[in-house]
């Protein structure tokens, strides 16, 4: 009785069981195609502003970190190493394959290997021979110990999605300090536009005084020639100005992620108060607490370390588990199972050098690491002292500026007064007006140039938005 089922049993699965492994390899691969649907989800498409929108420097900063295609590359990125951490994690698990092949012999070939069979353990049971073989079945395979890279490799993606991380602050460090940058430009080039349109306007002002005094004899003609000469000069100037305030729009679009050039913008810039700046050492203590790029370099610094490790530790053995089932089969389709499961054990003995040499090799790309992380350290320091160095000018300027603005237009007033009265000459007031827009023009060239300095201040320090410049919406009024 206990004979007859076993039989039963055994000729059930060999006529099921090549079924049943066909219909998971059927299934597995069908997972995939069903899972490729389910991709991670796609980024919002950038945003488009309305004609004629206008922009403060946090909205500019705001839209441009959604919409700026390099920081949306640098997005995906970190997600990039997400998906790493999960293969290295998916290297410690087990590995089970199904597949099924056919082949054809020149002589004929054994399904199973001969075996003693039967329910007393004698007998020897002769299997069954042909030249056409068809097998399907399944296998796994599940490391134990690979000399601690496997949990190293998982440590190494880790670290790595947190330098991904640590280059997308850089990138939106590096893009506020660039908008920030064009967009006090953009201010600068304003009050630049509306000091050459004022001077347009007294030159012509002045003009239509020499014209009357003229048409009076009291000056005479070369005057007017002079006049002339400077209005021209000054409407060329004024064009100048529009045109580079026009590019420079179209660069701050470019920045921000516009995909539509033709849409028109403005920005709004607003009075500013700037306070004192800390002490030089505790901006340079900070910019090396939280700068990304160094928090990076450190990081990677680790890695390198941990590949190290992971080199030196193909030394020891690899262990793993491994197994197989399969079922083979001639021209009568009469499945004949076979299967076994056990523990390996691989130790390298000699390899020529093979893993001395890339010991050496990652201790190599460590210490240039090291070397790496140096020289940021240094470039970091210098960064936060020029920048110190650039906002101390500026201000002095802007003081100097400030006295200078005030000096020329008093200057310009006396002399107008003078030619009207006949007491000056025209050159006299053309020079006046000429200093005062260098004036002006100095000015508003101080006034970007702290405001850079203060934005290039904050990216050196590593500030991050929106903290290091939820104050700052524009350039200061004079």
Not at 262 to 268: A, D, G
Request: hydrophobic fraction near 40%.
């Amino acid at each position: 009785m206990i004979l007859t089922r076993w039989r039963g049993a055994k000729a059930w699965a060999r006529k099921y069981v090549p079924a049943m492994a066909c219909f998971l390899l059927v299934f597995l691969l069908a997972v995939p195609v069903f899972c490729g649907t389910m991709s991670p989800t796609t980024p919002a498409p950038p945003v488009t502003p309305k004609a004629g929108e206008q922009f403060t420097l946090p909205a500019v900063i705001d839209y441009a970190l959604k919409n700026n295609p390099r920081a949306r590359i640098s997005a995906r990125d970190v997600e990039t190493e997400t998906y790493g951490i999960d293969a290295a994690k998916a290297e410690r698990m087990p590995r089970i394959d199904f597949g099924s092949g056919a082949a054809r012999y020149r002589y004929p070939m054994p399904l199973t290997p001969p075996v003693i069979s039967g329910p007393f353990g004698s007998g020897l049971e002769i299997p069954e021979y042909d030249r056409n073989i068809y097998d399907a079945g399944g296998s796994f395979r599940l490391p134990l110990f690979r000399g601690g890279r496997l949990y190293r490799g998982v440590r190494v993606a880790e670290i790595r999605k947190a330098m991904a991380e640590d280059n997308l602050a850089s990138t939106r460090q590096e893009l506020v300090y660039n908008l920030s940058s064009v967009f006090y430009k953009i201010a600068q080039l304003d009050k630049l536009l509306a000091a050459n349109e004022a001077n347009v306007r007294q030159l012509e002002a002045h003009k239509q005084d020499v014209e009357f005094l003229l048409k009076a004899g009291s000056v005479p003609q070369l005057d007017l020639l002079k006049t002339d000469v400077e209005l021209s000069h000054a409407v060329e100037n004024r064009l100048l100005v529009r045109n580079n305030l026009e590019s420079t729009y179209e660069l701050l679009k470019t920045l921000m992620g516009i995909d539509d050039m033709t849409k028109e913008i403005s920005i709004l810039h607003q009075t500013v108060s700037g306070g004192p700046l800390p002490p030089l050492e505790e901006s340079v203590s900070k910019a090396l607490s939280q700068r990304p790029e160094y928090r990076a370099v450190e990081k990677k610094k680790r890695i390198y370390e941990e590949r190290v490790k992971i080199a030196q530790g193909k030394r020891l053995p690899d262990v793993y588990a491994a197994g197989e089932y399969v079922g083979k089969a001639g021209d009568a389709q009469s499945y004949k199972e076979n299967w076994y499961a056990g523990v390996r054990l691989s130790i390298p003995v000699f390899d020529g050098g093979l893993i001395a040499a890339e010991v050496n090799k990652e201790k190599v790309e460590l210490q240039k690491v090291r070397e790496e992380e140096r020289s940021l350290k240094l470039s970091i320091t210098r960064e936060v002292k020029d920048a110190y160095l650039a906002v101390a000018n500026a201000v002095e300027r802007i003081d100097v500026g400030t006295k200078a603005i005030e000096s020329a237009r008093e200057n310009v007033r006396v002399e107008r007064l003078k030619y009207q009265s006949g007491a000056g000459t025209a050159t006299d007031y053309l020079d006046a007006q000429t200093a005062y827009l260098r004036a002006e023009t100095d000015y508003c060239q101080a006034l970007y140039d702290r405001e850079t300095a203060l934005a290039f201040l904050r990216k050196a320090v590593g500030e991050h938005w929106p903290n290091g410049a939820a104050g700052d919406q524009g350039m200061p009024e004079k």
